[in-house]
């Protein structure tokens, strides 16, 4: 699929097995969430749009570069919660607009119970942020509500994929670009991905 960008980087494919491993404290889980958004939030803005800008160093002015667009954090929670901070130490400048959506366990289909976003959209580039893209309904309700509200570039950077949440969202939204870390096997009967690292949100918050 065109549109889904697997990180090639050593570090992420490390940082992602110790994610995965059933004994991994929710403490080193939290911290290893945060270091691997950053890295995976770096290769995704590698086509950021820059414009010029006047800057004078203690020798000389010269021109240097800014971004262009304001960029707006978009966390599903709960889990996506835990990728914020690192990505937001990259570029401080970035709005952060919270989406809460769980799964309903019997459907496995999404369900909203906070958004808070104003009227106007505030942002040029959105940045979908949610560990596990599994059926694939909360990724796709997410970017539902994103383009209602009148943003257009969306991106959606996550940890696991499964095909099946793929390929949804290659069928609702094929333009908007899906970075992660690997994707995996399968859903299991219960929607969970296969191998997997088990319940994002529950891994960090301690619960479940
Ligand atoms: C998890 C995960 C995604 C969703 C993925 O959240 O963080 O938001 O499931 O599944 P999907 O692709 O099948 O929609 P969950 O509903 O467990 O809520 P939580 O983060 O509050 O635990
Ligand atoms: N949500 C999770 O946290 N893990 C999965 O494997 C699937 C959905």
Redesign the pocket.
Known sequence: MANIHSSPHPLVAHKLTLLRDKRTEPKKFRELIREMAALLAYEATADLVLQAKQVETPLAETTGSELKEKIGLVP?????LGMVEGIWNLMPSAEVWHI????DERT???VEYYNKLPVEPTIALCLIL????????????TVDVLKRWGVHKIKFVGILG?PE?LA?MEKQHPEVPIHLAAVDER?NER?YILPGLG????RQ?G??
Do not use: C, E, Q
Request: hydrophobic share 45%.
């Open positions: 599903i929670l709960r889990a996506g809460g959506l769980y799964r496995l289909k999404p949610d560990p596990m893209l599994a059926t694939g309904g909360s990724a796709v309700a499964a949440g949804l859903l929607g319940d994002a949100g529950d918050f619960t479940g």
